[in-house]
């Protein structure tokens, strides 16, 4: 990759803005076959919780009109397990990586920040605050200013200095602004904006609800404009937080958006599950778009569309044609 | 490695209606030649701005090596998205990935094998009895179904098997009965020393209790379960997931599609697909004892 497409979240620098997003790339394995996954901005892991999950009873997915609707139950392996057999394994794939975290309790998530302390080649932290936090009634963390703020300065205070710390947020709540202000404030250097939105399918044929979780979290292009909104929305609040957007991203064009909205990266979630070379199609794509439009650098583009009418961001000239793309119906074994 | 699975074009080649299924010929030599039996692939469907995103896994009827190599699936149109398969054309692109998936084991010595099948999942047997032929073993095949359209592949199990028994609810076709009535004489009939499974997931829950009665060992194809399930067919989604029992006792929730299709029968908790067992790794702990009022 050129220059062009290099990014920087915070401290943070990345080679490219494409990362997986928290809980769609499996524990990075099961996508060796299609790309390398040194070509990834960062892989995100699955959301790490302190013991072995089996997470919610099938059927756990329900297809909706461009998205998904999944009551997964947050399954993974613990984080013993994680840090003996599939942590090791991302470090050897030359990956950026950002670990996610979520726990039932501000202490739950304090613990994982202090078990990440002492472990080197992660890049960052990602927080997952969609959680039911067990000792307020099961209310999310994510929805309260207040107590996502708790469970951030609990890992801030426990991860290990120099490791930035996202917060991903959901934009089902009333003002996702100030949500992201309580964490800023607490401490956290970044946002990902944003995780899924409660929904709900019911089956005309079982007449019951499609999930077992009876509602789930609506991902895919369905919500990318929430997602869009968001990230501006925060942007315009927090000019100088970097923002990883995510939420629908599906095409290089979808990510622009992200980028002009006022992400700094972009992450790729239920696009995999369609397409499980989506994401190095997107960074590709996205690449293609930025020379098109004569943008040198990926930060030059970052906010774009917070500025007025008429602005011009700093050009490059045109490149000579680039050489030709692999044609389509080709195997893409290894792209 | 040829082993690993690819992302590939496949073009149609043809689409024909079998009895109340569609048969799909895909040319795509890349998943031809890494295919082994028991395998699956997915497909991509409502074309390149499709708002339906999840994957449909089929198994495989047949791969030829006709056209550089052929993939042929045989399905059921049960929704949007298998419909919208059904009504491909010759010469339309498909967005595959395959061969995905832990393929059956095969015997070492060519000893008898009983193959059971039902619906269009049962088409996966036919891949698995050309390999087991191959290797000199006895291919029997048992096939089920309510009426007569829906056993799929009777012709062609009564061409290449070495004993062939239909047997369908209604009796419009072979026996008037069900698949646990005739197995079991079949069993005993044919000598069988392994039992192959692959269709609805009732009937491989019948295969491996009828095996496990004759002390069989029995390898199945939850191919069905991870039609019902299943999003993504590599691994990633983690929606396909059903209780297995491990070696070392412990429940584990494992994927259809990674660890599986193919697992063996006596593994899988049938009574507890859809749920997670209390005792499995990772359940839910609704109560602790702690929590427990004293009585």
Avoid at chain 1, 53 to 61: L, S
Avoid at chain 1, 168 to 173: C, M
Avoid at chain 1, 204 to 214: I, K
């Amino acid at each position: 990759m050129t220059a062009r497409t290099a990014t920087t979240l915070g401290a943070l620098e990345l080679p490219n803005p494409v990362m997986t997003a928290s809980g769609c790339g499996g524990s990075g394995r099961e996508l060796a076959p299609f790309f390398d996954l040194s070509r990834l901005g960062a892989f995100v892991t699955t959301s790490v919780m302190p013991q072995p999950r089996a997470g919610r009873p099938t059927p756990r997915v329900a297809e909706s009109p461009s998205g998904l609707l999944t009551a997964m139950g947050l399954p993974g392996p613990g984080i013993e397990s994680f840090l003996e057999a599939d942590l090791p394994w991302l470090i050897e794939q030359d990956v950026r990586i950002i670990v996610s975290i979520a726990g039932n309790s501000v202490e739950e998530y304090a613990d994982l920040a202090r078990r990440l302390r002492g472990v080197s080649g992660i890049a960052a932290i990602e927080v997952n605050v969609a959680c039911p936090n067990v000792e307020d009634r099961g209310r999310m963390f994510g929805r309260h200013p207040g107590a996502a703020g708790a469970v951030v300065r609990a890992v801030r205070g426990q991860a290990r200095p120099g490791v930035p710390v996202f917060v991903k947020l959901a934009p089902d709540v009333t003002d996702i602004v100030t949500i992201a202000l309580a964490c800023v404030d607490a401490g956290a250097e970044g946002l990902t904006l944003i995780n899924t939105m409660e929904g709900m399918a019911i089956d005309a044929s079982t007449l019951r609800p499609a999930l077992t979780g009876v509602s789930g979290g609506l991902s895919g292009p369905a919500i990318r404009p929430v997602a869009v909104r968001c990230v501006y929305q925060v942007h315009a609040a927090l000019p100088s937080t970097p923002i990883i957007g995510a939420g629908g991203v599906a095409t290089g064009l979808d990510a622009l958006e992200f980028v002009l909205a006022g992400a700094s990266a972009v992450a790729v979630g239920t696009a995999m599950f369609h397409d499980p070379s989506a994401a190095p199609r997107i960074l590709r794509e996205l690449e293609e778009a930025l020379a098109a439009r004569r943008i040198g650098r990926l930060a030059d583009a970052v906010g774009l569309a917070h500025k007025p009418a008429g602005y011009v961001p700093p050009q490059v000239r045109p490149e000579p044609p680039a050489p030709e793309q692999a044609q389509a119906g080709e195997v893409k074994e290894r792209l | 490695m040829s082993d690993t699975p690819v992302q590939t074009s496949a073009t149609v080649l043809t689409v024909r209606q079998v009895q109340d299924y569609h048969a799909l010929t895909l040319v795509a030599p890349a998943v031809a030649e890494r295919f082994r039996p028991g395998q699956f692939v997915a497909l991509a469907v409502g074309g390149e701005h499709t708002g339906r995103l999840l994957r449909r896994c089929f198994g495989v009827y047949e791969v030829k090596s006709d056209y550089g190599g052929t993939v042929e699936l045989v399905f059921a149109d049960t929704e949007p998205g298998t419909a919208w398969l059904a009504g491909r054309r010759s010469r339309d692109q498909l967005d595959l990935v395959g061969p995905l998936g832990r393929p059956f084991r095969l015997p070492r010595d060519p000893v008898s094998c009983l193959l059971v099948g039902g619906g269009p999942g049962g088409a996966s047997l036919f891949a698995l009895a050309d390999t087991l032929l191959r290797r000199g073993c006895q291919v029997h095949f048992v096939l089920g179904g309510t009426s007569g359209r829906q056993v799929f592949g009777s012709r062609i199990a009564q061409r290449i098997g070495d004993s062939f028994t239909v047997a369908t609810e209604d009796g419009s076709m072979g026996e008037a009965g069900t698949v646990r009535e005739v197995m079991p004489r079949v069993i005993q009939e044919t000598g069988a020393d392994v039992v192959y499974g692959c269709g609805p997931t009732a009937l491989l829950r019948t295969v491996t209790q009828v095996a496990g009665d004759f002390g069989l060992p029995s390898q199945v194809s939850v191919e069905e379960f991870l039609q019902q399930t299943g999003a993504c067919g590599i691994g990633v989604c983690m929606t396909c997931m059903l209780p297995i029992h491990g070696e070392d006792g412990v429940t584990r929730m494992v994927r259809a599609c990674a660890d599986g299709p193919v697992l063996r029968g006596d593994r899988v908790r049938w009574g507890d697909l859809g749920t997670i067992p209390f005792d499995a790794l990772g359940a839910p702990h609704v109560l602790n004892l702690s929590e427990r009022a004293p009585r």
